[in-house]
């Protein structure tokens, strides 16, 4: 499934601008899990040898999952 089909999966649930605002604090969430990780002692190494991650999709999964959880 691709990041449009999700949104739009998100959008029928809450409505768009809930969708909106739950895929954006998720993101956020992404980012700073993230920059979290790798600020961990032990990890300064990994910087610039670490997988890209595509933080928006992984947002989406996030939120879609736990919109579906609910019902």
């Given amino acids: ?3 449009a089909e999700m ?3 998100i959008v029928a ?3 768009k601008d809930k969708a909106i605002d739950l895929v954006i604090q998720a993101y956020n969430t992404e980012l700073l899990s993230t920059m979290l990780n790798r600020m961990e002692e032990g990890r300064s190494k ?7 991650r595509d933080h928006l999709e992984d947002a989406l999964h996030r939120v879609l999952d736990v919109c579906e959880l609910a019902g």
């Fill in 7 to 9: 949104m739009k999966k």
């Fill in 46 to 52: 990994m910087i610039g040898q670490y997988k890209r």
């Fill in 1 to 3: 499934m691709d990041k």
């Fill in 13 to 15: 649930k809450v409505g």
